[in-house]
């Protein structure tokens, strides 16, 4: 089966803690990316990456973290810097990097709910 | 920052019925996407219109773009129940990397 998955579906967290979300593609994608989604809203981009080891921050990048160690995977940490992180976080992959934008191809997804 | 606005925000159908929703957005583009969302759900990539086209068939939808009018419409043909989901357009955000700005999105609710 290729995809592209996240753990969780569901996510608690504490105020003041860390969580991370996870995301991993078999696609074998050059490119990864993190949305948040707040209801009834559009997705805006966090990090993305078009290659091994390199990352640049997306529109709000403010209170997360991401590495890509590997092409298949691509952790976003909510990190306790972030001042509202309930929301749902997308994932997602595609297979070539720019100029031309590609079809990008999302998990399933991962509600983060702060109590 | 919003590339491209949705038109209506909400929409309210009859099974049959054709749904039509509107995509306005700012800059140049390489081309234009449309993609669906089931609640809940992560995103699924409905069409792909690249700026020198201006119609697109994919079963029972049907894509416009107007580049001078900066504009695009998704036309669904004789909905389905199952065609209820929130529907977005996605821009190139600039020339440089792969990057998507999407829109707030269209709600349509069809109704059986």
Not at chain 1, 52 to 79: C, H, M, W
Not at chain 2, 20 to 45: A, D, E, P
Not at chain 2, 48 to 62: A, D, V, Y
Not at chain 2, 86 to 110: H, P, Q, R, W
Request: charged letters at 20%.
């Amino acid at each position: 089966d290729g995809g592209i998955t996240q753990s969780p579906k569901y996510l608690f967290r504490k105020e003041g803690q860390n969580v991370t979300l996870s995301c991993e593609q078999n696609l074998n994608h050059d490119a990864m990316y993190w949305y948040r989604q707040d209801p009834g809203q559009g997705l805006r981009l966090i990090y993305y990456s078009q290659i091994v080891n390199d990352f640049q921050k997306g529109d709000i990048a403010e209170g997360y973290s991401v590495s890509r160690e590997k092409k298949e995977s691509f952790p976003l940490t909510v990190t306790s810097a972030q001042k509202n992180p309930t929301a749902f976080y997308l994932c997602a992959s595609s297979r070539r990097t720019g100029p031309i934008t590609d079809t990008q191809y999302f998990g399933p997804g991962t509600r983060l709910t702060v109590l | 920052s919003q590339q491209g606005e949705e038109d209506p925000q909400a929409l309210s159908i009859q099974e049959g019925e054709n749904a039509t929703m509107n995509c306005s957005y700012k800059t140049s583009i390489n081309n234009l996407q449309w993609y669906r969302q089931n609640s809940g759900r992560g995103l699924v990539h409905l069409i792909l219109i690249r700026s020198n086209e201006r119609e697109k068939h994919s079963g029972r939808l049907r894509v416009t773009l107007d580049t001078s009018k900066k504009s695009s419409s998704l036309l669904i043909t004789a909905s389905r129940a199952a065609d209820t989901a929130s529907y977005f357009c996605a821009t190139d955000a600039d020339g440089a990397t792969n990057k998507l700005i999407f829109g707030t999105g269209t709600l349509l609710a069809v109704q059986p």
